[in-house]
Nanobody, 126 residues
C-alpha cells in the first residue's frame, strides 16, 4: 500500500515562498488524483490544489490561484506544491492526499480522498 510523506514546511515571512513535497512509496501514482489540503486550528480542512497524475491536469482553489503551483515528478513518484507570495492566511498544516479512484478527476472535497500524509506545518508571519 502506498504511503505519503510530506516535507518542506516551515516559517516564512509574508511574501515569501516554500516548496512542499509529498513522496509516495509502495505504489505508482499514475492512476491517482493527488491533492493538497490545508487545515488551520479550529477550521475545516480546505482544498488547495489537485493534479491528475496521468494527464497532469490541475485545479486550484480561488484563494491560491496564481500564487501556488502543483506539479509532479514521475521519476521520483513525488508531488510538489510551490507556495509563492505567501500570506498569513496561508498558515496551516498542509496535507498531501491521494484519491485512488480519481482516474483523471480533480475532486475538491476531502471525503473523496483515500490516503493522507501526516501533514507539514506552514507558518507565515505578518
Amino acid at each position: 500500500q502506498v504511503q505519503l510523506v510530506e516535507s518542506g514546511g516551515g516559517l516564512v515571512q509574508a511574501g515569501g515562498s516554500l516548496r512542499l513535497s509529498c513522496a509516495a512509496s509502495g505504489r505508482t501514482l499514475r492512476r491517482y488524483t493527488m491533492a493538497w489540503f490545508r487545515q488551520a486550528p479550529g477550521k475545516v480542512r480546505e482544498f488547495v490544489a489537485a493534479i491528475a497524475w496521468s494527464s497532469g491536469r490541475t485545479d486550484y482553489a480561488d484563494s491560491v490561484k496564481g500564487r501556488f503551483t502543483i506539479s509532479k515528478d514521475n521519476s521520483e513518484n513525488t508531488v510538489y506544491l510551490e507556495l509563492n507570495s505567501l500570506k498569513p492566511e496561508d498558515t496551516a498544516v498542509y496535507y498531501c492526499a491521494a484519491d485512488l479512484e480519481g482516474y483523471g478527476g480533480l475532486a475538491r472535497t476531502a471525503n473523496e480522498y483515500d490516503l493522507w500524509g501526516q501533514g507539514t506545518q506552514v507558518t507565515v508571519s505578518s
